[in-house]
């Protein structure tokens, strides 16, 4: 008996030890995340980055399937899909304000004055304020916030002070904050989707737009419009967010693994960004088109419509205030 007894002992351990490893890849989650850009932009590197951070953190416990470009429908969609529960994460910008009204503020008019000011806002007080009742209202849980870059002017004709500006028909997103703003500036904003703008220009329907220097590299707009005037008048930024019943369902440690890789995703692309930027004026004046500072005169004349677009949020922030001066508080001290 006790030799059956042992045979039957020393088959379980050696089974066990055959189990264990299908037991473990049982045990592998998947997360898929879904955005909007397409792939070799900074936000989908972030994503796949994402991805590789957590599957190095949790020893390949997570397996993050990434669906750039829209592959799993527009924003609204997949926002909503996120929500549902139907996927676990997604990247996007203010198209939140939908569901959240401070979520506009992460693309404020003229709030910012570099990447680097940006980046302490966002990693401070200045991001938590934006987000206060958010994960209530959404069921989404944000994770982080990484740039895009800096909108900037591009025009046929130089921009040399605000006089300029006067009248000048420039395609604006059709979103209220941008229309607003291009009015406080004197423009004559055209609301029309991006694809429209370079058949707009040909046409002369439109004399310029505004766009990071990404996109304005990207689709060679400094061949139609040469002039690009470095304004910097609004930082877009986005974020990764993720379903928050599927967030709070994980182990503590696991919930620390996400925080981590999306932490350090976030990082790699405002070190991404920064060098675009660098690199993108140098591709705009080698393709022969003219990059222009503003001159103080200017610089100042934005500032102050941007302070005026900021009405909107008053009307629809109750701690619009709050985060304002929070966002002030990282500039430097000059």
């Given at each position: 008996m006790k030799r059956i007894l042992a045979l039957i002992l020393a088959m379980g351990i050696v089974l066990g030890m055959t189990v264990a490893p299908g037991m473990a890849a049982e045990k592998k989650v998947v997360i898929k995340i879904a955005g909007m850009k397409p792939e070799g932009e900074p936000e989908t590197i972030g994503m796949r980055n994402f991805g590789k951070y957590l599957a190095e953190l949790s020893g390949g416990k997570y397996v993050v399937q990434v669906f750039p470009n829209s592959q799993l429908g527009k924003e609204d969609a997949y926002i909503a899909s996120t929500r549902k529960g139907i996927i676990q994460m997604c990247a996007t910008g203010t198209q939140t304000s939908a569901l959240h009204p401070a979520m506009a503020m992460l693309e404020t008019p003229m709030l910012?004055?570099?990447l680097e000011h940006a980046r302490r806002a966002m990693e401070g007080k200045t991001f938590e304020l934006i987000n206060q009742g958010f994960t209530e209202k959404s069921g989404l849980r944000t994770l982080n916030a990484f740039p895009l870059g800096f909108r900037h002017f591009y025009t046929k004709k130089v921009l040399t002070g605000p006089e300029d500006l006067k009248g000048l028909r420039m395609r604006v997103p059709n979103i209220p904050l941008y229309t607003n703003f291009a009015?406080?500036?004197?423009?004559s904003g055209q609301p029309?989707?991006?694809?429209?703008?370079?058949?707009?220009?040909?046409?002369?329907?439109?004399?310029g737009g505004d766009s990071p220097l990404a996109d304005i590299v990207a689709l060679k707009m400094y061949e139609i419009t040469p002039q690009i005037t470095l304004t910097g008048h609004i930082l877009v930024i986005h974020s990764l967010y993720i379903n928050d019943k599927f967030y709070q369902s994980l182990p503590e440690q696991d919930r620390k693994w996400i925080d981590e890789?999306?932490?350090?995703?976030?990082?790699?692309?405002?070190?991404m960004v920064a060098e675009g930027d660098r690199k993108a004026v140098e591709a705009i004046k080698t393709g022969k088109g003219v990059v222009n500072t503003p001159s103080k005169e200017f610089h100042?004349?934005?500032?102050?419509?941007?302070?005026?677009?900021?009405?909107?949020?008053y009307d629809t922030v109750p701690n619009a205030k709050e985060i304002l001066d929070s966002a002030n508080s990282y500039r430097e001290k000059k």
């Open positions: 910012f004055d570099s009015k406080e500036c004197g423009i029309m989707p991006f694809a429209e703008v370079p058949s707009a220009l040909d046409q002369g329907v439109i004399d890789a999306a932490r350090r995703s976030a990082d790699d692309v405002w070190k100042d004349y934005m500032v102050e419509a941007g302070k005026r677009s900021w009405k909107l949020f």
